[in-house]
């Protein structure tokens, strides 16, 4: 995710002619100089032991950097960093984080490197103006995979100190505060999108809430503005309706405190933001008329037993309105905030319904400034946090960097990330008391993850207070949550159905793949077999080992993989180990009705030795497998699917004939006693008849999913015989596919397909 694409570019002003004459007037000084000694004088007001010097010298280098560019507006490109710098002088941050504001394009934009700024500013400058830098683009790959590393980045870097994540947020904020001086629509928007996706949420996550109030604020103008208009409309009607509603609302609150002797330092009222008004019609899918709550109060005491008396009294005087109550103070947010929330009723106030918010002052400084408030009380170097405080007093940017470790590339990274910032909380305890915040709707393996990805991973059940649940449980406020290990467990695939964390997908996806390419490599294996068989070759280790360099595979296992998932076929190989073999012979005698066998009698890479001395029975007329008597009744088995290319085995049933299976079917484990009932068959490679296999996808829930579906079938030549959609949500559709194909390969090359759109979360063939 880049921020300097966000707002106005900057682009080179051309350099005045130089003449002899050039050096008898006075340098002038570059552009910002003197606003960064402003902005220096500044951060010395509030913060006595700030290295004004530092300041100074940062704002003189970017000057001087920054001389020859502007901005898409006519500005000079000094006024960015000037403004970002002084942003964070708002929350009164130090002065190396103000230093860092002023050089944060340096490195990147101008002729000045890392290691100059090292040089002239110090290592802890250097590092955060490293961790701030943005990507240079990387080409040959999509905006989104560009979006996903610059997002994997930022994690790694605030990781090690959130100072840098501060500075990006003040950077995105100045670039949305002049994104409408970019002239492309499509920019504009995508520098929205991902403001409201990404930065929006990471700033909620640290407490900065008028921060993240104006980024959503700005983001929404752009994504939705005839929605924000008509909100801002209705808002505007409402006011003039009630001029002084907010007032008349607040003097009852004071008047309430009063009569119950708590003394309120401040009682303040305002209007909600038309994108929280829009978010709660989205969620709660209403009409504006059917809100509420447009208006909340905030009342700032002085310690922490007044916030409770006041709620006491907030509630003997106003009716309260059901399920509105939260206690951040006793449970606090992830990101420090802590507050009393409660919905009420107003009666004498034209029954308003407002939401009222008790605080100290403290708590108000935590909420307003968030983790720069950490800076307010603490100037110097006891203010700068390791890596390892930031992780334990953020316990999220632990979950982002779980997410990183075990995501499968740059955009499953991405999705998860997402999905971890947009979430609101449940508090739930271990048996040891242990305090675990998730997202809401989180089941018993989301906990499990939670505590330790091994324990996630060997999850077989859990008890909520005391009670056995099923994994799918949707925990609560307060629950008591015991998770049931065993030794050797392993993730279920089915668990990505209703898991809400990122965390917990990920580590589950990564299991799922690490499985399926064992399957393609098994399949892939056995495929490679079958075609060295059919020419009576022995297709051992050493011969494929010559042929990796011409097919591009860097192993065997790589290369079995690329069969199984239809990358190359087994004929592929075959060329490229026995290159010969694509020359046609020149002799014109038929082919033998036998197929050759191999001299060893045994297959090195299936392990299956061929029967000595004879053969199979040849195909009865029209019969797809070899092996049956004539007039033999059979039919293929429904719980394995066999399809043509993998071993088959036949049961004999009297009465029924002969119950065709996959040689690994497990039903067969039933027939072990008799193994008499096993019937030594083969498909008849010369016949054409075509069969059904059972794919089973999951994909995420859009109109077009089935279309889309059916389509990529259709386009790698199967036919759709039967489809089901077995289970929905809100999120996900998981469907059954009955596709008519010719073989196993063309099964798996129409997986392969079906997996190559992001949208399809799992693709797997269906047994049973």
């Known amino acids: 995710m880049t921020t300097r694409d966000t707002g106005p570019l900057m682009v080179p002003v051309p350099r005045a002619p130089e003449g002899p004459a050039a050096g008898l007037a006075p340098t002038p000084s570059p552009p910002g100089l003197e606003e960064a000694q402003a902005l220096a004088r500044r951060v010395a007001g509030y913060d006595p032991r700030a290295d004004v010097a530092l300041i100074e010298r940062a704002g003189q280098t970017a000057a001087e950097a920054h001389a020859t560019q502007r901005r898409e507006n006519g500005d000079p490109y000094i006024t960015h960093p000037i403004a970002v710098a002084n942003i964070l002088a708002d929350y009164r941050l130090d002065s190396a984080t103000i230093a860092t504001a002023l050089l944060h394009d340096v490195a990147e934009d101008t002729s000045v490197g890392l290691k100059e700024i ?40 605030m990781s090690e100190d959130i100072r840098v994540l501060l500075v990006k947020l003040a950077d995105r904020l100045h670039n949305m505060r002049t994104l409408h001086f970019v002239p492309q629509p499509e920019r504009r928007r995508k520098t929205a999108r991902e ?5 929006t949420p990471l700033a909620e996550r640290i407490g900065m809430d008028a921060l993240k109030t104006e980024l959503e604020t700005l983001s929404f103008q752009e994504l939705h503005p005839e929605a924000r208009q008509t909100i801002a409309s209705r808002l505007t009607y409402l006011r003039g309706q009630s001029a002084n509603l907010i007032k008349e609302i607040e003097h009852d609150l004071k008047r309430v405190l009063g009569r119950h002797g708590i003394h309120a330092i401040d009682v303040t009222g305002r209007e909600k933001s038309p994108y929280s008004i ?37 509630h003997d005087a106003y009716r309260v309105v059901p399920g509105r109550f939260k206690d951040y103070i006793s449970t606090p947010k992830t990101n420090g905030y802590q507050s009393l929330h409660t919905g009420v009723t107003v009666p004498e106030r034209r029954n308003a319904k407002i939401e009222v918010q008790i605080r100290t002052r403290e708590m108000h400084e935590v909420a307003e400034y968030g983790v720069a408030a950490h800076w ?24 982002l960097l779980d997410i ?13 990330t997402k999905l971890e910032l947009h979430r609101d909380q449940v508090f739930c305890f271990s048996p040891k008391g242990d305090l675990i915040e998730l997202p809401r709707g989180a ?33 609560e406020n307060g629950d008591q949550v015991e998770i049931i290990t065993a030794r050797g467990g392993q993730p279920n695939p089915a668990w990505e159905r209703f898991v809400v964390t990122g965390k917990a997908r990920a580590r589950i996806r990564r299991f799922v793949h690490a499985r399926q390419k064992e399957e393609n490599r098994e399949s892939g294996r056995s495929a490679i077999v079958r075609a060295f068989r059919q020419e009576g070759l022995e297709g051992s280790e050493k011969l494929l080992e010559g042929a990796l360099k011409a097919l591009k595979q860097p192993g065997l296992d790589e290369l079995y993989a690329a069969v199984g998932s239809g990358a190359l076929s087994p004929r592929e190989v075959l060329h490229a180990a026995v290159p010969e073999l694509r020359i046609p012979p020149r002799n014109t005698e038929p082919l033998p009705l ?16 061929e029967r000595a001395g004879g053969g199979r029975a040849g195909a009865a007329p029209g019969l797809p497998v070899t092996g049956l008597v004539s007039g033999m009744p059979y039919h293929f088995a429904g719980c394995c699917h066999p399809l043509p290319g993998e071993r088959i085995l036949g049961i004999v049933t009297t009465g029924k004939g002969v119950t065709i299976h996959a040689a690994d079917c497990h039903t067969l484990e039933n027939f072990a006693a008799t193994p008499e009932r096993f019937l030594d068959i083969d498909w008849d490679d010369g016949s054409s ?16 999913a089935l279309a889309a579906l059916t389509e990529t079938v259709a386009q790698n030549d199967g036919a759709v015989t039967g489809l089901k959609v077995q289970h929905r949500d809100g999120e996900t559709i998981e469907v059954l596919i009955d596709v008519e194909v010719t073989d196993l390969r063309h099964l798996e090359r129409i997986m392969a397909a079906l997996r190559a759109p992001a949208d399809n979360l799992r693709v797997e063939r269906m047994r049973g």
């Open 118 to 157: 090292e040089r002239r500013f110090g290592a802890e400058v250097a590092r955060l103006v490293d961790g701030v830098t943005k990507l240079t683009r990387i080409e040959l790959q999509s905006e989104r995979t560009k979006q996903a590393e610059n997002l994997r980045k930022l994690v790694l870097a």
């Open 443 to 475: 089941t018993p393996i989301d906990f499990a993850y939670e505590v330790h990805s091994q324990v996630g991973d060997s999850c077989v059940g859990a008890k909520v207070n005391g009670k056995i649940v099923p994994l799918r449980h949707q925990l």
């Open 594 to 609: 036998s197929r050759p066998r191999s001299r060893l009698g045994a297959s090195p890479l299936l392990g299956r030795p």
């Open 278 to 314: 829009w978010l709660k019609m989205q969620k709660k899918n209403v009409a504006f008329e059917a809100l509420s709550d447009v208006m909340a109060f905030r009342v700032i005491v002085e310690d922490r037993a007044a916030c409770y008396a006041a709620l006491g009294a907030v």
């Open 376 to 399: 307010i009380y603490k100037q110097g170097p006891e203010a700068h946090t390791s890596a390892a405080s930031n992780r334990k007093r953020y316990p999220w940017v632990r979950a």
């Open 195 to 199: 403001t409201i996706e990404i930065f």
């Open 689 to 704: 008849a075509t069969r059904v296999g059972r794919v089973v996808v999951e994909t995420r829930a859009r109109s077009s």
């Open 404 to 416: 990183l470790e075990n995501a499968e590339g740059a955009q499953d990274f991405l999705d998860h």
